[in-house]
């Protein structure tokens, strides 16, 4: 179900995407609904038995008849709790299975996006869509079917048992239940807006306390809390009087539906009698009591359908946010093309150009960089030097030129393999919660301890990691939490090293660090360029002074190429660069 939805959908409208989520689970969502059909027959049934042994004690009917209805009413009921089992099994399980394949289906299309699909909308919207989101389907189908199924037999079985014994009030049933449904939906209504209001005070007065709690030092530290706490006493004022209206509004209309309803059931059981006394239409007196016991059962049964218009709107809207995931176009298509086995680092820019959509990042790269070189970019912000290592990674596509990996055109390459060969160090260390042994083979599969060890060496971190109390077993925490900056950065350029990349990418690696971690992680970025081709962004030009070329971009284009002695003879732009940073 997974993979297929993943390439088949199209947009389409919701219901439709609903429909082909269950496909599978065709012939269990059938015997779900035979099994609700029987296990809620006493629903209403039991209106009509009540009226067969109303007639039994009026009539002086057979007694046989008595135990007849009270038998079949007595095997229902029993019936019940297997029945419900039978279904509970089939649809909810059903709905858990059409979730769990929606989520594998987003994490699957979320892999599949581009990194500038990524960058554009944040983790924080995507993790909604597959938590909050998906519930919100599984939550408004599950509400659909139980309620939903419930009215809907009610009503049809109601129905067809006023049909077989009091046809002429089909008619009265079809007016006045419908419009005594709409009453109540209409007083809702307005309930509905309240409670939206009250809902709306309740995230300010959320965002209020955040506020707060986020401010406490700067609200301590000038005496201020006298004026924070008055901040907060407003929202509350507000949130209270919000609140007693709400209390009071339920209140009203808990005693007005009560009162219309009950009202509209004692003005059709007065009718029914009536008409049963002037003998206008043959009524007996069982008929009269399931006539009344009917008008309330399917009114309530109208009003609970009435009801699921806005749970079914919410859920609908939640299969949209879904498929602005599972139909973005933005996809790094790798399907068909070939296969990297081999990498020996030679890189090509041939006239690239790259555009984010809103002008040029780059324009006119043309470089060509040997295997085992190492390249360092250095220039201002905004000269495109992230863009030239993305387009590196494959994250970007050239719109204008090509880049040539060992001769090849990294257009024609599946570019998921050709990463096998590569490695980052990121200028923030990624870390995920789990050990250091963990993190560091991420992805690697019987990696042994030794190995493990010697990147850790050779990374500078051996020496704190056996410091630690449960060693390459130590959770790091969420985010590498438990770590400070220069320990995450030397287990990111571990986790690089026992990869033995041909190609690798250290973008800023140094930048937040204090002096003595750099040097231990500049010691490390030693043994881990040697003999690799090396693309690096370096904010402090003291540490890329041993590249074997500089290139000097500004405006997305190269301005100077040259070793560190060669770029400072020319006195150019890195020349004033060099000059700024050591004044």
């Known amino acids: 179900m997974v993979s297929a939805l993943d390439h088949r959908y199209r947009g389409e409208h919701p219901v439709r995407t609903l429909a082909y989520l269950f496909r599978e689970d065709r012939l269990k969502l059938v015997v779900a609904v035979v099994a609700f059909l029987l296990k809620h027959s006493p629903v209403w049934l039991l209106p009509l038995v009540t009226a067969n042994i109303v007639d039994v004690v009026a009539g002086r009917r057979p007694v046989s008849q008595l135990w007849i209805n009270t038998g079949v009413l007595l095997v229902l009921l029993l019936l019940n709790y297997p029945l419900h089992l039978v279904y509970v099994r089939c649809l909810h399980g059903a709905i858990r299975r059409m979730g769990t394949g929606l989520r594998s289906a987003l994490c699957r299309r979320m892999q599949q996006l581009s990194i500038g699909y990524h960058s554009r909308v944040s983790a924080a919207v995507l993790q909604t869509k597959v938590i909050r989101d998906v519930e919100s389907v599984e939550q408004t189908t599950q509400?659909?079917?139980?309620?939903?199924?419930?009215?809907?037999?009610?009503?049809?079985?109601?129905?067809?048992?006023?049909?077989?014994?009091?046809?002429?009030?089909?008619?009265?049933?079809?007016?006045?239940v419908p419009v005594a449904a709409l009453l109540v939906m209409h007083m809702r209504t307005r309930l509905r807006e309240d409670n939206e209001s009250f809902r709306r005070e309740?995230?300010?007065?959320?965002?209020?306390?955040?506020?707060?709690?986020?401010?406490?030092?700067?609200?301590?530290?000038?005496?201020?809390?006298?004026?924070?706490?008055?901040?907060?006493?407003?929202?509350?004022?507000?949130?209270?009087?919000?609140?007693?209206?709400?209390?009071?509004?339920?209140?009203?209309?808990?005693?007005?539906?009560?009162?219309?309803?009950?009202?509209?059931?004692?003005?059709?059981?007065?009718?029914?009698?009536?008409?049963?006394?002037?003998?206008?239409?043959?009524?007996?007196?069982?008929?009269?009591?399931?006539?009344?016991?009917?008008?309330?059962?399917?009114?309530?049964?109208?009003?609970?359908?009435?009801?699921?218009?806005?749970?079914?709107?919410?859920?609908?809207?939640?299969?949209?946010?879904?498929?602005?995931v599972l139909q973005a176009p933005d996809l790094e298509h790798n399907g068909g093309k070939e296969k990297v086995t081999e990498v020996r680092g030679e890189v090509e820019f041939r006239d690239v150009g790259f555009s984010y959509g809103d002008g040029p990042a780059i324009t006119g790269f043309t470089l060509k960089v040997a295997p085992g070189e190492t390249i360092a970019l250095v220039g201002p912000s905004g000269a495109g030097k992230s863009t030239v290592l993305n387009l590196v990674i494959g994250f970007l596509r050239p719109t204008a030129g090509r880049i040539l990996l060992d001769g090849r055109d990294m257009e024609t390459l599946d570019l998921r393999t050709y990463r096998r060969f590569l490695s980052v160090v990121p200028q923030e260390s990624i870390l995920f919660e789990g050990s250091i042994r963990e993190n560091i083979t991420y992805g690697m599969a019987g990696v042994s301890e030794e190995r493990v060890r010697q990147a850790l060496r050779d990374a500078n971190a051996l020496e704190f990691v056996d410091r630690l109390p449960t060693g390459l077993d130590t959770v790091v925490g969420e985010r590498g939490a438990r770590l400070s900056g220069g320990q995450r950065q030397r287990l990111a350029i571990a986790r690089a090293l026992i990869r033995d990349?041909?190609?690798?990418?250290?973008?800023?690696?140094?930048?937040?660090?204090?002096?003595?971690?750099?040097?231990?992680?500049?010691q490390a970025l030693a043994r881990l360029v040697t003999g690799r081709t090396v693309f690096v962004v370096a904010h402090r030009l003291s540490t890329i002074r041993g590249a074997d070329r500089i290139v000097v971009m500004r405006d997305g284009g190269i301005e100077e190429v040259g070793t560190h002695e060669e770029l400072m003879r020319m006195r150019g732009v890195y020349a004033g660069l060099q000059s700024a940073q050591l004044a």
Do not use: C
């Open 143 to 176: 509400q659909t079917a139980d309620t939903g199924l419930s009215a809907l037999t009610t009503l049809v079985g109601g129905l067809a048992a006023i049909a077989l014994r009091v046809p002429a009030a089909i008619p009265v049933f079809l007016v006045v």
């Open 501 to 522: 990349p041909r190609v690798l990418i250290l973008d800023e690696a140094t930048s937040a660090l204090d002096s003595r971690s750099e040097a231990l992680i500049q």
């Open 202 to 324: 309740v995230e300010r007065l959320s965002a209020r306390v955040g506020e707060m709690t986020t401010l406490i030092p700067i609200t301590r530290a000038h005496g201020l809390e006298q004026d924070a706490l008055h901040r907060v006493d407003g929202t509350l004022t507000k949130v209270l009087r919000k609140g007693l209206r709400l209390d009071l509004l339920n209140g009203s209309f808990g005693a007005m539906a009560w009162i219309l309803l009950n009202t509209l059931g004692v003005a059709f059981l007065a009718g029914s009698a009536l008409i049963a006394h002037y003998r206008v239409i043959p009524l007996t007196e069982g008929d009269v009591v399931m006539l009344t016991t009917f008008f309330a059962t399917l009114t309530s049964a109208v009003t609970s359908l009435l009801s699921l218009t806005p749970v079914i709107n919410k859920g609908l809207a939640s299969v949209r946010s879904i498929g602005e």
